[in-house]
Nanobody
C-alpha cells in the first residue's frame, strides 16, 4: 500500500551537508511512522532516525544525534533526512522505511515497507 523512493544521495567531503528525500505513494503515508536506516559494506542494516505519524515525536541513533534531523511533510507525501557535519563513517546506502502504525519506529522489526536505497559517500 506504500511505495518509497529515495533521492538526494551523492559524494561529499567530511563536514559537508546533504539532504535526503523519500517520496511516498499510497494512501496510508500520513498515518504511519517513517524512518531512515543505513547499511555500510560488511555491516548489517542499522537504524538511523525515525518520526511518528504526527511529526512531533522523533528518535535518533546516538552516532547521528545533533547532526541529523528527520522531518516529514504529509501534504507532499515526503519524508526528509537533513545530514550535517557528515563523517566518513556515515558512508552507506540509506533506506527509507515505513511502519504499520503511527508510532515511532525503533528497529527494522517495526518496518513494513522499504525504499530501494540511495548511496551516500563521505570522503575524508
Amino acid at each position: 500500500q506504500v511505495q518509497l523512493v529515495e533521492s538526494g544521495g551523492g559524494l561529499v567531503q567530511a563536514g559537508d551537508s546533504l539532504r535526503l528525500s523519500c517520496a511516498a505513494s499510497g494512501r496510508t503515508f500520513s498515518s504511519v511512522g517513517m524512518g531512515w536506516f543505513r547499511q555500510a559494506p560488511g555491516k548489517e542494516r542499522e537504524f538511523v532516525a525515525a518520526i511518528g505519524w504526527s511529526g512531533s515525536g522523533t528518535l535518533y541513533t546516538d552516532s547521528v544525534k545533533g547532526r541529523f534531523t528527520i522531518s516529514r511533510d504529509n501534504a507532499k507525501n515526503t519524508v526528509y533526512l537533513q545530514m550535517n557535519s557528515l563523517k566518513p563513517e556515515d558512508t552507506a546506502v540509506y533506506y527509507c522505511a515505513a511502519g504499520r502504525g503511527g508510532y515511532v519506529l525503533r528497529s527494522g522489526h517495526d518496518v513494513n515497507y522499504w525504499g530501494q536505497g540511495t548511496q551516500v559517500t563521505v570522503s575524508s
